[in-house]
């Protein structure tokens, strides 16, 4: 069996303090990160410190308060400025997460650019909410949503995504990596298909942001989109990074405060970016919390880290087949982060996950947000055991031991 690196996984551990604690009488197992992840000390304390300390509504006040918020809420733009490498933070817009920030390019871009009988790429194996706002276009504008297959492996099929990507697609609208197959994705060549036809791409990175380091400029990416809540951070809050060109050109996306430069009862026009997409008052302390949280990935030795992910990846793997040799791992692509999703023969995934549970054993089961998958594979659902850093071989161990024994008593 493979072993976990020198990654110092104790030091990460004591961070998180929701992972000291015990459920049902078992130390908490939490292999759950794809849905969301847990929250250091520091992303914690700051959003306690926020309200505690300098709680106001920001941009508009001119006391040392709204000063403060303001200020510490900009300096989350520049930290996601530097975590994508974008050219300018202007080109940073806070979202309430990565499906707002679908819709926001769907109902914007998208309905600028898109006409009757243009198409709209995604492939195969997308969350729901890269699948649904494009659906929603296509019915408006009488467009057609085209899909890029996948292997039964869950690997995208390239020399496919080339014929499925024409002349006439305008949006390319794919996940960097996926949350139920773990297939991460060869975005820079589906972006290279997509700028050949003059199709823009939204890059779904919800998964991809905890896992391995972003670059929207070596990407070439013309939208990028991800939420806090699976990057360590806050719920409720995400990011869009979008093309400047492209944000200057897009409308609003809702009307309200602080979008506005001018508004008379004739007329109104826009503040410029990155105000012209905030409309209201924004999720201020969580945005700021946020920060705390880039800045803990930043500190992270990174290819460490991401070491640490395969491992544990790896080794699950290898116990899952050990312990229970009649499942099967769904998402073989050469190329996945650390999440390993599973199906039974005979032992239906919901009972797998209940009991689990008892051992307090945190996974996830179903269709995880991906119908089109589970459909494309013919099956109703999977377990999904999901690893972020802070997990360790020894959790893996006591999952592989307690499957078993859930295995057999659900058969
Ligand atoms: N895309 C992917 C690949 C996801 O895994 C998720 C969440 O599970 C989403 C989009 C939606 O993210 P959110 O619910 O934070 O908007």
Known sequence: MTTATAFDVAAIRADFPILAQQLNGNPLVYFDNAATTQKPASVIETIDEYYRSYNANIHRGLHALAERATHEFELTRTAAQRFLNAETREQIIFTGGTTEGINLVAATYGRMAVGEGDEIVVSAM?????????QMLCQEKKARLKVIPMSDHGVLDLDAAAQTIGPRT???AVVYASNSLGTVNPVKALIELAHAQGAVVLVDAAQAAGHFPLDVQALGADFLVLSSHKLFGPTGIGLLYGRRALLEAMPPYQGGGEMIRDVSFEHTTYNELPYKFEAGTPNIADVVAFRKAI?????????AAHAHEQALLAHATEALQAAVPQARVIGQAADKIS???FVVPGAHHQDMGILLDNYGIAVRTGHHCTQPIMDRLG??????ASFSIYNTVEEIDYFAQKLQRVVKMVQ
């Open 295 to 303: 800045e803990y990935v930043e500190a992270l030795d990174r290819p």
């Open 170 to 172: 305008k949006v390319v």
């Open 339 to 341: 999440v390993l999703s």
């Open 379 to 384: 099956i109703p659902g999977t377990v999904r």
């Open 126 to 134: 997308e969350h729901h909410s890269n699948i649904v706002p494009w």
